[in-house]
């Protein structure tokens, strides 16, 4: 049989490129032959869950026999009463990976298009294109604009056409950590046509102190065509637990649950998060944590004459004056992971975690020896 599997694929899946994540502590140490190794590069809560989470997660271990509660009740009671809103304004995902691909499939087909900035994060594009829209991408900011590489969304706006059915912000975006202040991004939704829904990806909420930026949800009560999508994997340090959300009208929560795979958030992961949501007292700490981090990392890039860009997350994107794989290369001889961004056209930049004070020091210092090697 000459069987190729690339003959009988969807045209869209054929031309996909596949989403690369961040290197793992246990392929670096298999491969480079280091020890004692710290990952930098996917954005993950350095302080880890709650102790709570944890305690709520092993007791929910004795149950992992049957299946987990495939509406969400008690989670999507908890996410409803945390942001104001009716249960079925909630719609649960395998992290806010999930629901960003649910939207796609529920909204998007050939013969439609989708909106997102170049920068912006990778899933955006990738789950547009598999389901064989056009994807149109505009122009960030530029190098020297305050919010450099940032989402322009008069630029976003000038693509949105009677084939528009999605427009992607990420606010936080993810990998540059620019934002769009809440007068910029509500009119520009309130500019949208009603056939074009737009999601604020907003997977980096709990983070943000500057008080320019919105809480998007806010919005929904005026805006049926918003979506608004949230992580427990950040601040809330779940992300091997996959569990993540979106906020929308109920119209559109029908659609996305049509599409959504049963039992999509497993038992363990919907007993922890309710858990996390229950500890304020670990994310303020986790908060505070990255607080001073992304400031001792503004020092240490200032010392070392290193470009750094504005970020409200928990990552700050730098530029290394140079092509930046083989940077990230001598630093994981050092046993530090970060994530070179070649992939997203910026082949100079680096993204690197806030992790804890002794994790960012070793890391400045892994990347002064790298840039001077």
């Given at each position: 049989?000459?069987?190729?599997?690339?003959?009988?694929?969807?045209?869209?899946?054929?031309?996909?490129?596949?989403?690369?994540?961040?290197?793992?502590?246990?392929?670096?140490?298999?491969?480079?032959?280091?020890?004692?190794?710290?990952?930098?590069?996917?954005n993950e809560n350095p302080l880890g869950p709650s102790p709570k989470a944890l305690a709520a997660l092993a007791a929910a271990a004795g149950d992992i026999?049957?299946?987990?509660?495939?509406?969400?009740?008690?989670?999507?009671?908890?996410?409803?009463?945390?942001?104001?809103?009716?249960?079925?304004?909630?719609?649960?995902?395998?992290?806010?990976?999930?629901?960003?691909?649910?939207?796609?499939?529920?909204?998007?087909?050939?013969?439609?298009?989708?909106?997102?900035?170049?920068?912006?994060?990778?899933?955006?594009?990738?789950?547009?294109?598999?389901?064989?829209?056009?994807?149109?991408?505009?122009?960030?900011?530029?190098?020297?604009?305050?919010?450099?590489?940032?989402?322009?969304?008069?630029?976003?706006?000038?693509?949105?056409?009677?084939?528009?059915?999605?427009?992607?912000?990420?606010?936080?975006?993810?990998?540059?950590?620019?934002?769009?202040?809440?007068?910029?991004?509500?009119?520009?939704?309130?500019?949208?046509?009603?056939?074009?829904?737009?999601?604020?990806?907003?997977?980096?909420?709990?983070?943000?102190?500057?008080?320019?930026?919105?809480?998007?949800?806010?919005?929904?009560?005026?805006?049926?065509?918003?979506?608004?999508?949230?992580?427990?994997?950040?601040?809330?340090?779940?992300?091997?637990?996959?569990?993540?959300?979106?906020?929308?009208?109920?119209?559109?929560?029908?659609?996305?649950?049509?599409?959504?795979?049963?039992?999509?958030?497993?038992?363990?992961?919907?007993?922890?998060?309710?858990?996390?949501?229950?500890?304020?007292?670990?994310?303020?700490?986790?908060?505070?944590?990255?607080?001073?981090?992304?400031?001792?990392?503004?020092?240490?890039?200032?010392?070392?004459?290193?470009?750094?860009?504005?970020?409200?997350?928990?990552?700050?994107?730098?530029?290394?004056?140079?092509?930046?794989?083989?940077?990230?290369?001598?630093?994981?001889?050092?046993?530090?992971?970060?994530?070179?961004?070649?992939?997203?056209?910026?082949?100079?930049?680096?993204?690197?975690?806030?992790?804890?004070?002794?994790?960012?020091?070793?890391?400045?210092?892994?990347?002064?020896?790298?840039l001077a090697g």
């Amino acid at each position: 049989m000459d069987f190729d599997a690339k003959n009988i694929a969807a045209p869209a899946v054929r031309e996909l490129a596949p989403y690369v994540p961040g290197k793992p502590i246990e392929e670096l140490e298999r491969e480079y032959g280091v020890r004692d190794s710290i990952k930098l590069a996917s954005n993950e809560n350095p302080l880890g869950p709650s102790p709570k989470a944890l305690a709520a997660l092993a007791a929910a271990a004795g149950d992992i026999w049957l299946y987990p509660d495939g509406s969400g009740f008690g989670l999507r009671a908890a996410l409803a009463k945390r942001h104001g809103v009716p249960g079925e304004w909630i719609t649960l995902g395998n992290g806010s990976n999930d629901v960003l691909v649910l939207l796609a499939e529920a909204f998007l087909t050939p013969q439609s298009e989708a909106v997102c900035s170049e920068y912006a994060f990778a899933i955006y594009a990738i789950a547009a294109r598999a389901t064989g829209a056009t994807v149109r991408i505009a122009p960030a900011f530029p190098t020297d604009h305050p919010m450099a590489f940032g989402h322009d969304v008069e630029a976003m706006a000038r693509l949105v056409n009677e084939r528009t059915r999605l427009v992607y912000i990420g606010n936080p975006n993810n990998p540059t950590g620019t934002w769009i202040e809440a007068g910029a991004l509500e009119a520009f939704i309130a500019s949208l046509p009603a056939h074009t829904i737009v999601v604020v990806d907003q997977a980096y909420f709990e983070y943000v102190e500057d008080a320019r930026y919105p809480d998007a949800a806010d919005w929904l009560a005026r805006y049926p065509n918003l979506v608004v999508t949230r992580t427990f994997s950040k601040a809330f340090g779940l992300a091997g637990l996959r569990v993540g959300y979106a906020i929308s009208h109920p119209q559109v929560a029908d659609l996305l649950n049509r599409v959504r795979q049963p039992f999509n958030v497993n038992s363990l992961a919907q007993a922890a998060a309710i858990a996390a949501l229950e500890d304020p007292a670990h994310l303020e700490r986790s908060v505070a944590a990255n607080r001073a981090g992304l400031v001792q990392l503004a020092q240490g890039f200032d010392r070392l004459g290193v470009r750094h860009f504005p970020s409200v997350a928990n990552f700050v994107l730098v530029d290394c004056g140079r092509p930046a794989g083989a940077v990230y290369e001598a630093m994981l001889r050092h046993g530090v992971i970060v994530r070179p961004l070649g992939g997203y056209g910026m082949p100079n930049h680096l993204r690197i975690t806030v992790g804890t004070t002794t994790q960012n020091e070793r890391m400045l210092e892994a990347l002064q020896q790298a840039l001077a090697g």
